[in-house]
């Protein structure tokens, strides 16, 4: 069985950073596309930042400028880095990932949640 895990999380305040890392359970899986989402409290999830497994990445309108995503296949990791942060950053930072082994790939892993609480 194989796993995202996730972790970086945390309490910051508002305009510092945190880096939050995503990474298959199992290294004979690489992860082949992946996008990092956020749900707060009472509100839908929404795409944070995407990955495709070239390197190509998206971002929400209210991120941009301010994260960064990345991606380290030797680690089979992927990274969120989050800079500037604000109290409305705050949320369930979940994972997202199709895996990849032996040329297989695996749909719609997700990880099972960071909590990201920025304070004013």
């Known amino acids: 069985q194989v796993q995202l895990v996730e972790s970086g999380g945390g309490l910051v305040q508002a305009g510092g950073s945190l880096r939050l890392s995503c990474v298959a359970s199992r290294s004979a899986f690489g992860i082949d596309s992946a996008g990092w989402y956020r749900q707060a409290p009472g509100k839908q999830c929404e795409l944070v930042a995407g990955i495709t497994s070239d390197g190509r990445t998206d971002y929400g309108d209210s991120v941009k400028d301010r994260f960064t995503i990345s991606r380290d296949n030797a680690k089979n990791t992927v990274y969120l880095q989050m800079n500037s942060l604000k109290p409305e950053d705050t949320g369930v930072y979940y994972c997202?990932?199709?895996?990849?082994?032996?040329?297989?790939?695996?749909?719609?892993?997700w990880g099972q949640g960071t909590q990201v609480t920025v304070s004013s």
């Open positions: 997202h990932a199709t895996l990849l082994r032996g040329g297989v790939r695996y749909l719609d892993y």
